[in-house]
């Protein structure tokens, strides 16, 4: 048996997954797929927040105050827009695996850093290819 991928509670091995204990058998797994979860919904409440900034700031065009309603608007667009670009960057998308399993849609890992989610895919796509039963 060659072990591919072992580290964080996941091991890849030339026969099998194994994810926090549990062991999926590759010779089981069909379908095999990645995906990109849902982004944090406080990054596009504040990308929402930043847009409805907008309009009372327009409204206020109309007045004697004009310049004042346009600092404004645009103090709390650009605030809001780096609020929204910094959750993004900090809480990005997690990256996910599924397969089927046994006639069940499985979700086998998910992490947030891309180069450990990288690396058991590669892992997984070298096992697969060691293995003539997944071929």
């Given at each position: ?12 091995t ?11 058998q ?10 990109r ?12 927040l ?13 007045t004697?105050?004009?310049t004042i ?48 989610f ?18």
């Amino acid at each position: 048996m060659t072990i591919y991928y072992n580290h964080a509670g996941v091991q890849v091995t030339s026969h099998e997954l194994v994810v926090q204990g549990q062991r999926y058998q590759l010779n089981q797994l069909q379908r095999l797929r990645i995906a990109r979860g849902s982004a944090s919904p406080a990054g596009t409440i504040c990308a929402i927040l930043a847009v409805l900034f907008v309009l009372p700031g327009s409204c206020s065009l109309q007045t004697s105050a004009w310049t004042i309603g346009l600092g404004l608007t645009a103090i709390g667009v650009l605030a809001l827009g780096a609020a929204a670009l910094i959750i993004r960057r900090l809480r990005p998308r997690p990256f996910e695996m599924w397969a089927e399993h046994q006639g069940h849609t499985v979700q086998l890992f998910w992490t947030r850093d891309e180069r450990i989610f990288n690396g058991i895919r590669f892992a997984m796509v070298r096992a697969a290819q060691s293995d003539p039963l997944t071929r």
